[in-house]
Antibody, heavy 120, light 107 residues
Framework: EVQVLESGGRLVQPGGSLRLSCSASGFTFTNYAMCWVRQAPGKGLEWISCISGSDGRTYYADSVKGRFTISRDNSKNTLDLQMNSLRAEDTAVYYC?????????????WGQGTLVTVSS | EIVLTQSPATLSLSPGERATLSCRASQSVSSLLAWYQQKPGQAPRLLIYDASNRATGIPARFSGSGSGTDFTLTISSLEPEDFAIYYCQQRSTWPLTFGGGTKVEIK
């Protein structure tokens, strides 16, 4: 059974840093791109970053480029998101999601989300 | 950036009725569009991928159609568990983008 599970969300002050993690199981991790998608309270979905399965190519939304860094450890089946220079508008539930199909498809498996609150 | 515009914002229907949701892209995404369902407090669930293919385990009452810039999600007969928010998403071009969502509520 495919499972993805996020952790690391908490309250952080503006300008602070936070590292989110996602643990995956039930599939061959290196065969799939993995991504982060966020949802601000009461708002819609926003894609923020993806990383390829094996060669480490990364992609970012303009809203987080230069502040967030996505990475993965294929030996541990984990995905991370390092978030720096956090702003109030980064407050959201952060979802880890697998890109299905051939590894670059749509988001076919999602975690339950982890809440990041940026506030003083 | 490809902008996806969903309409209507809210759809008020009764169980058993047919729901028709629209997603329009600001430029062609070919058939590289998906639909997701999200219920309160839950993660989104993939319903339809590549415009018209049902994801694993999705009931046949859900169907998708369209290509290019105009797409439709149809729920043929609403069940109580179908009242939720629905999002479209394209993977044709970076950045990946989502529509703003359509809320299907009980009339």
């Amino acid at each position: 059974e495919v499972q993805v599970l996020e952790s690391g969300g908490r309250l952080v002050q503006p300008g602070g840093s936070l590292r989110l993690s996602c643990s995956a199981s039930g599939f061959t991790f290196t065969n799939y791109a993995m991504c982060w998608v966020r949802q601000a309270p009461g708002k819609g979905l926003e894609w923020i970053s993806c990383i390829s399965g094996s060669d480490g190519r990364t992609y970012y939304a303009d809203s987080v480029k230069g502040r967030f860094t996505i990475s993965r450890d294929n030996s541990k089946n984990t995905l991370d998101l390092q978030m720096n220079s956090l702003r109030a508008e980064d407050t959201a539930v952060y979802y880890c999601a697998r890109r299905g199909g051939n590894g670059w498809g749509f988001f076919d498996y999602w975690g339950q989300g982890t809440l990041v609150t940026v506030s003083s | 950036e490809i902008v996806l515009t969903q309409s209507p914002a809210t759809l008020s229907l009764s169980p058993g009725e047919r729901a028709t949701l629209s997603c329009r892209a600001s430029q062609s995404v070919s058939s590289l569009l998906a639909w997701y369902q999200q219920k309160p407090g839950q993660a989104p669930r993939l319903l339809i991928y590549d415009a018209s293919n049902r994801a694993t385990g999705i009931p046949a009452r859900f169907s998708g159609s369209g290509s290019g810039t105009d797409f439709t999600l149809t729920i043929s007969s609403l069940e109580p568990e179908d009242f939720a928010i629905y999002y479209c998403q394209q993977r044709s071009t970076w950045p990946l983008t989502f529509g703003g969502g359509t809320k299907v509520e009980i009339k």
